[in-house]
């Protein structure tokens, strides 16, 4: 099954601020990849961008845990 109208897919990292872009090219998808809060991801597609910092506005991430700890659970 394909879809051709199809030209970009977005993957987004709910445990940290990631991005996976896969952009439909001349020999099939290419994949790109954002990190941080000052990413910014453009999408001639629809004519915009998507900065990352407005993607994960209000997210709240855990705090890390402790190794120490990792280590005695």
Known sequence: MSI?????YILVETS???VLVYRRGD??????????????????EIGCEL??????????FPPPADDEEADLG
């Open 16 to 18: 940290d601020v990631a």
């Open 51 to 60: 900065r990352l910092a407005d993607l994960y506005d209000k997210v709240e």
């Open 27 to 44: 020999s099939g998808f290419q994949r790109e990849t954002y990190f941080g809060l000052d990413a910014v991801i453009p999408l001639p």
């Open 4 to 8: 051709d109208a199809l030209s970009v």
